[in-house]
Structure formats: structure tokens, C-alpha cells
């Protein structure tokens, strides 16, 4: 999947076996999958803590864009990359 095949109206959720965690021990959240553990930063956790499956990709960014007083377009580029990258690690469903 590609950052152009992410549409404004796409409902990202975590796919089954895909949970956000606040590590306690290592004091950072990660994102646990079967074989898979990332590390995740503040920014990232922002973003997967909204992708519940009932917000749109356009309804995340204009929210983070808001909360950071960030431009709307640097904001849905970066949500972007994220996305993709964990939709080709079949980490994220849409």
C-alpha cells in the first residue's frame, strides 16, 4: 500500500493481535504484534491512540493539527508515512 491509496475517508484500526502498550518497564509505549515489538515515540502513540476504526484519516489530522497548532499538510504527511508503514507490516487495517 501506498501514501496515495490512504483516503481522507479511511477508518484506521489495529488489526487483531496488534495491541498499543505503556510499557511500565521500559517506561515507553510499543506496539505489540506476534514477532513484532516497535518502540514507539510520543507522536506515534497520538496518532494510534485515534485509530479506533470509527475516526477517518481526515478527522485524525485535522485533530492533531489542531492540538499541536501544526500546518494541516506536514501533519497528514506524517500521519501518512506512519500509517503506511504499518499497513505494509500488516500491523494496521483500514
Known amino acids: 500500500m501506498t501514501v496515495e491509496e490512504l483516503k481522507p475517508e479511511s477508518r484506521p484500526h489495529l488489526l ?3 495491541k498499543l502498550k505503556n510499557d511500565q518497564v521500559r517506561k515507553t509505549w ?6 513484532r515489538f516497535l518502540r514507539l515515540n510520543a507522536i506515534s502513540v497520538e ?3 485515534r485509530c479506533d ?8 489530522v485535522d485533530e492533531l493539527a489542531k492540538n499541536y497548532s501544526a500546518d494541516r499538510t506536514v501533519v ?3 500521519v501518512r508515512v506512519l500509517l503506511t508503514g504499518l499497513l505494509e507490516k ?3 487495517g483500514l
Open 47 to 49: 496518532i494510534l491512540q
Open 30 to 35: 510499543v506496539l505489540l504484534a506476534p514477532e
Open 90 to 92: 500488516r500491523m494496521l
Open 76 to 78: 497528514e504527511r506524517d
Open 16 to 18: 487483531r493481535g496488534v
Open 53 to 60: 476504526g470509527q475516526a477517518a484519516l481526515a478527522t485524525i
